[in-house]
C-alpha cells in the first residue's frame, strides 16, 4: 500500500491550501484516512482524521478552520486548511489504516509565512 500526499506549499498568513491524499495497492478495507503534522523541533501530532465509522477528530488549534473529507470510493483524503497561521507551519503526512496496518506518505511541507 502506497500514500501520494500533494499540496502543501508556501502561503502567507489567512490564505488557504488544499492536501490531498491517495491510497493505491491491495486495498480490501480502510479502518481511517486522515492527517498529521509534524512542525520544526515538534513531536508529530495529530490535525484531523476519519475514522471508519465516519467519526472525524480535529485537534484543537485546527477547530473551524481545517475542514478532513474523504473519497471512500477512491481511497482519498483532503484536507482543506483556511486562515492558515505561521503556527500551522509543518510537514503534514497522510496516514491510512489499511487492513488493520498502518502505512505513512512522506510527507508534503506546509509553510505559512510573509
Known amino acids: 500500500v502506497q500514500l501520494q500526499a500533494s499540496g502543501g506549499g508556501l502561503v502567507q498568513p489567512g490564505g488557504s491550501l488544499r492536501l490531498s491524499c491517495a491510497a493505491s495497492?491491495?486495498?480490501?478495507?480502510?479502518?481511517?484516512m486522515g492527517w498529521y503534522r509534524q512542525a520544526p523541533g515538534k513531536q508529530r501530532e495529530l490535525a484531523a482524521y476519519i475514522g471508519s465509522g465516519g467519526i472525524i477528530k480535529y485537534a484543537d488549534s485546527v477547530k473551524g478552520r481545517f475542514t478532513v473529507s474523504s473519497d471512500n470510493a477512491e481511497n482519498k483524503v483532503y484536507l482543506q486548511m483556511n486562515n492558515l497561521k505561521p503556527e500551522d507551519t509543518a510537514v503534514y503526512y497522510c496516514n491510512a489504516i489499511v487492513q488493520l496496518q498502518s502505512y505513512w506518505g512522506e510527507g508534503t511541507l506546509v509553510t505559512v509565512s510573509s
Open positions: 495497492g491491495r486495498i480490501f478495507s480502510v479502518g481511517g
